[in-house]
């Protein structure tokens, strides 16, 4: 089947946190899909965000806005988990580790915050360009310096379903692809450096990466 996964590269580099600025580094938008027992045939979506602890706080809850039929308030997603990301040092050191309490303005202190929708029906056949999942917010971490209005421009996940034999969705018989991996956050200077996002796919689904272009602005698409 044809899927698209919102594939996010944490773009990190070393500088000063505005640290009443932005928060939003990358995230990922997946779903699955319940094969048997209770909610079978049906989808739950999960978002993942990874915020710069040095920024303004998560929200609560975030909502997957779609062109998929019933869902033109958008799919709410509440925060389930957040998990601290930043590095673990040796005790005693020099200069402590940064964490999500104490970020010290360290672009490496990161916090991972999971979103889960409940188990949900989308009815109907996906056009050829696909469904599409997307949540925006403001702004993008002021640490990126390789993108345009750093800590002030939008910042947009997005997926897209696409159809598959023109089989209904309903019940679903697919979910997208995931990362197992989770992003690598930070480098040393002059190090050589090799990470897999380790994408798999329940299915056995073939995937493929290719680069995206970072999406701004406050509509999907545009």
Not at 32 to 50: D, M, Q, W
Not at 84 to 94: E, F, M, N
Not at 128 to 141: E, P, S, V
Not at 163 to 168: K, M
Request: with cysteine.
């Amino acid at each position: 089947m044809k899927k698209l996964l919102s594939i996010l590269l944490l773009l990190l580099c070393i500088g000063v946190i505005d640290t009443y600025g932005s928060h939003l580094m990358g995230g990922e938008v997946t779903w699955v899909c319940k094969k048997s027992g209770t909610n079978a045939g049906r989808f739950k979506f999960t978002v993942k965000l990874y915020r710069d602890c040095n920024g303004i706080p998560a929200p609560g809850a975030v909502n997957l806005l779609t062109n998929a039929p019933g869902w033109g308030g958008g799919i709410n997603c509440n925060q389930i988990s957040t998990l601290d990301l930043s590095p673990v040092g040796t005790a005693g050191q020099t200069i402590p580790c940064p964490t999500c309490t104490n970020p010290g303005g360290q672009l490496n202190a990161v916090l991972e915050c999971i979103y889960e929708s409940t188990w949900i029906t989308i009815t109907g056949v996906p056009p050829a360009t696909g469904w599409y999942f997307y949540y925006n917010d403001c702004c993008r971490n002021t640490g990126v310096t390789n993108l345009g209005a750093s800590g002030g421009g939008n910042f947009t996940l997005r997926a897209v379903m696409f159809p598959y034999n023109a089989t209904n969705t309903n019940p679903c018989y697919d979910s997208s692809p995931r990362f197992a991996e989770r992003p690598q956050l930070a480098t040393m200077i002059g190090n050589i450096t090799t990470y897999s996002s380790n994408a798999v796919d329940e299915e056995g689904d073939s995937l493929y990466y290719e680069w995206g272009r970072p999406l701004d602005g406050t509509t999907y698409p545009g």
